[in-house]
């Protein structure tokens, strides 16, 4: 069956760093992409990054663009998400998901992982 396994979060300051992993598994995940999707304490779920299968793909949501990067190593089946220059209102639980299809604009899910906390506080 299909498994999304992310790790990474915890709590970081204001201007700080942090790397999420999603390990994934009972699926080709070289042939899928993957987003990561976000959700702030009392607030919707917003979408943050999108990669298509080869990696050769990404966009972002504006409010994350030039501060988080999106990767994945197809060999380790394993989804990255390198965010920078992190602000408080980037906390939230952060989901790792297989997306049905690549758009710039986003995409719908199947499947997601658990999540992983990232608070971001000084």
């Known amino acids: 069956q299909v498994q999304l396994v992310e790790s990474g979060g915890g709590l970081v300051q204001p201007g700080g760093s942090l790397r999420l992993s999603c390990a994934a598994s009972?699926?080709?995940?070289?042939?899928?992409?993957m987003s990561w999707v976000r959700q702030a304490p009392g607030k919707g779920l917003e979408w943050v990054s999108v990669?298509?299968?080869?990696?050769?793909?990404?966009s972002y949501a504006d409010s994350v663009k030039g501060r988080f990067t999106i990767s994945r190593d197809n060999a380790k089946n394993t989804l990255y998400l390198q965010m920078n220059s992190l602000k408080p209102e980037d906390t939230a639980v952060y989901y790792c998901?297989?997306?049905?299809?690549?758009?710039?604009?986003?995409?719908?899910?199947?499947?997601w992982g658990q999540g992983t906390q990232v608070t971001v506080s000084s």
């Open positions: 998901a297989k997306s049905l299809y690549y758009s710039d604009y986003g995409s719908e899910y199947d499947y």
């Open positions: 009972g699926f080709t995940f070289s042939s899928y992409a």
């Open positions: 990669i298509n299968s080869g990696g050769g793909s990404t």
